[in-house]
T-cell receptor
Framework: IAGITQAPTSQILAAGRRMTLRCTQD?????MYWYRQDLGLGLRLIHY???????GKGEVPDGYSVSRANTDDFPLTLASAVPSQTSVYFC?????????????FGPGTRLTVL | GQNIDQPTEMTATEGAIVQINCTYQ??????LFWYQQHAGEAPTFLSY??LDGLEEKGRFSSFLSRSKGYSYLLLKELQMKDSASYLC??????????WGAGTKLIIKP
């Protein structure tokens, strides 16, 4: 593995189903993030984790949950998917929370909820 | 509220120069980032400014004026591969990135 991987690449999901998007990084970064990207809108932060064992809510956390059991993995779960959660989801990581905090992004998961 | 504004779309000619502007209003400021995003791909880091002035990196330069809440990304000697969206993001007082919607740059031969 080099960098950040996400799975699946794309998914079509029926409304009401539960879904977990996976994210793994091998850079030993402390901080990890989940964003959604919708046409005409900027990246919006869903949840973040500054270090293993801690998580925080971003701008649009409703309907999503995360866990950070170890440094490398940061899964995002949709407990009961709704059509408004149709989006492209990006996982990102960074070395820390100082001001110079370049974020590295995974390739994204394209999710369609019908 | 927090707000990042940048033009939705710009068109430029191969070999020319283009300037993409970004204005921001955020709760605190801990630096401004520019990212490039090709269609269907992930954003990749281009530049970081935390002090006023110009940062140059090859064909790309980024400028910041904190008093004006303003930045621009300057791309010189445009190449077709520069066709992409350019995302402006500001790190706020909580060290979270606030993102603009991005500027889609179209390069014509």
């Amino acid at each position: 593995i080099a960098g950040i991987t996400q799975a699946p690449t794309s998914q079509i999901l029926a409304a009401g189903r539960r879904m977990t998007l996976r994210c793994t990084q091998d850079m030993r970064h402390n901080a990890m993030y989940w964003y959604r990207q919708d046409l005409g809108l900027g990246l919006r932060l869903i949840h973040y984790s500054n270090t293993a064992g801690t998580t925080g809510k971003g701008e649009v956390p409703d309907g999503y949950s995360v866990s950070r059991a170890n440094t490398d993995d940061f899964p995002l779960t949709l407990a009961s998917a709704v059509p408004s959660q149709t989006s492209v989801y990006f996982c990102a990581s960074s070395d820390g929370t100082s001001s110079y905090n370049e974020q590295f992004f995974g390739p994204g998961t394209r999710l369609t909820v019908l | 509220g927090q707000n990042i504004d940048q033009p939705t779309e710009m068109t430029a000619t191969e070999g020319a120069i283009v300037q993409i502007n970004c204005t921001y209003q955020t709760s605190g400021f801990n630096g401004l980032f520019w990212y490039q995003q090709h269609a269907g791909e992930a954003p990749t880091f281009l530049s970081y400014n935390v002090l006023d002035g110009l940062e140059e990196k090859g064909r790309f330069s980024s400028f910041l004026s904190r008093s004006k809440g303003y930045s621009y990304l300057l791309l010189k000697e445009l190449q077709m591969k520069d066709s992409a969206s350019y995302l402006c993001a500001v790190m706020d007082s909580n060290y979270q990135l606030i993102w603009g919607a991005g500027t889609k740059l179209i390069i014509k031969p």
